[in-house]
């Protein structure tokens, strides 16, 4: 069955650092997008990706990220200069249709900033 | 009053028992409803999702929606102690969401043998 895979799956980081978390998404999908989720909360939207452009992001997702889509297969999001509550499990997922309805997520990244 | 409302729990039940999840919201513009579940420190695993109000159907899982109430449930019948993990519901609005998930918090449920 084909799933989301991301690496690393944990990474640990010092303030100030800049950490690309990669991500392949299902091969037919099209639709992209990262999630987080800091120890104890909500799973949180972070940015939606589709056709190289972002299509949607939150208040989160400031300056300091950015994603790309760098070949056919993966996705990757940059945080370019980390914070201490950058420190989350980081999510990728994809989905196949337009309404983003069926979102398969990967096994996350657990991020420590330090 | 926040978008999505899932009551942590925790919820412990015996196993073979039925399993009664649910979450409440507030925004008219959800249209779209999804159950996840999570074991610890792993992803979310997408369960079921349904659009219309009513029942939907899958194995062991019934998922309900009441658009008027803004209500949605997950029932799980003859449940097992592979159960035992967070269930968390997603909501998606139409139109231009761009596939914008909102989360609830999350039920966490025990299924003791």
């Known amino acids: 069955e084909p799933e989301v895979t991301q690496t690393p799956s944990h990474q640990v980081t010092q303030m100030g650092q800049e950490v690309i978390l990669r991500c392949v998404p299902i091969?037919?999908?099209?639709?992209f997008y990262w999630y987080r989720q800091i120890l104890g909360q909500k799973v949180e939207f972070l940015v939606s990706f589709y056709n190289n452009e972002i299509s949607e992001k939150s208040e989160i997702f400031d300056d300091q990220f950015s994603v790309e889509r760098p070949d056919g297969s993966n996705f990757t999001l940059k945080i370019r200069s980390t914070k201490l509550e950058d420190s989350a499990m980081y999510f990728c997922a994809s989905s196949s249709g337009t309404s983003g309805m069926a979102q398969y997520f990967g096994p996350g990244t657990r991020l420590l900033v330090l | 009053q926040k978008e999505v409302e899932q009551d942590p729990g925790p919820l412990s039940v015996p196993e073979g028992a039925i399993v009664s999840l649910n979450c409440t919201y507030s925004?008219?513009?959800?249209?779209?409803f999804m159950w996840y579940r999570q074991y610890s420190r792993k992803g979310p695993e997408l369960l079921m999702y349904t659009y219309s109000s009513g029942n939907k159907e899958d194995g062991r899982f019934t998922a309900q929606v009441d658009k008027s109430s803004k209500y949605i449930s997950l029932f799980i019948r003859d449940s097992q102690p592979s159960d035992s993990a967070t269930y968390l519901c997603a909501m998606l609005a139409g139109g231009t969401s761009y596939g914008k998930l909102t989360f609830g918090q999350g039920t966490i449920l025990t299924v003791h043998p």
């Open positions: 091969s037919n999908h099209l639709y």
């Open positions: 925004n008219s513009a959800f249209q779209y």
